[in-house]
């Protein structure tokens, strides 16, 4: 298993340093960080491979490998752990320190929006997995993705006057590139399986 460090990190150490902000930064790192090993406590007891942990500007993400065919349940009981346990850390920092209860609440409802490679996106992915196949789950799911990603980002819009609030910019910005990345993957993994049919047909 790898464990990467994006060195980006220290540029945004550096700018909430600036603002008088790290305080926010540091709870927030480490509630993403429990929430990642929640995950991987989860892929443990169902031993699935997990190739690598990365530690980047915006907390921790992980690379998980199930093995054979996984349980639809024990899949999205794994997905669930993360968020869960933002929830606990918000129940039981409510009446001592409601920076970290306010904060893991907003991780743990983040990530649970049908957007992947959130939490939330998977889990309905792997459902829609199950009734439609591979191909066909991920097309809708993406395509879902980018409605609610468009619905998102035009609410932003209309009230940026009244919000102004660079962080849930940020935040679009960041679900955006994060749904980029998960559909150039569909689109290899869409050219690769018809490479190989054309292959066998040949």
């Known amino acids: 298993m790898k464990f990467e460090i994006d060195?980006?990190?220290?540029?945004?150490?550096?700018?909430?340093?600036?603002?008088k902000r790290i305080d926010i930064?540091?709870?927030?790192l480490i509630s993403i960080t429990l929430h990642e090993l929640a995950h991987y406590i989860f892929a443990k007891i169902i031993k699935a491979n997990v190739n690598y942990i990365r530690l980047g500007p915006l907390g921790m993400s992980m690379d998980v490998a199930f093995i054979g065919k996984q349980n639809m349940?024990?899949?999205?009981v794994f997905y669930l752990a993360g968020p869960c346990s933002n929830f606990f850390i918000a129940f039981l920092f409510r009446d001592i320190y409601l920076k970290v209860a306010f904060l893991n609440l907003a991780i743990g409802i983040f990530n649970l929006l049908p957007i992947v490679p959130l939490d939330g996106g998977n889990i309905?992915?792997?459902i829609l997995k199950r009734i439609f196949g591979v191909y066909f789950g991920n097309m809708i799911i993406l395509v879902f993705s980018k409605c609610f990603l468009f619905i998102l980002s035009f609410a932003y819009a209309i009230m940026l006057i009244q919000i102004k609030n660079i962080y849930l910019l940020l935040l679009i910005v960041y679900l955006w590139k994060l749904?980029?990345?998960e559909e150039s993957k569909f689109l290899l993994f869409n050219r690769t399986v018809k490479c190989?049919?054309?292959?066998?047909k040949n």
């Open 196 to 200: 190989l049919k054309n292959i066998e």
């Open 124 to 126: 309905v992915l792997v």
């Open 7 to 19: 060195k980006k990190i220290l540029i945004i150490i550096v700018i909430f340093i600036i603002i």
């Open 179 to 181: 749904y980029f990345i």
């Open 73 to 76: 349940i024990k899949k999205i």
């Open 25 to 28: 930064y540091c709870i927030f």
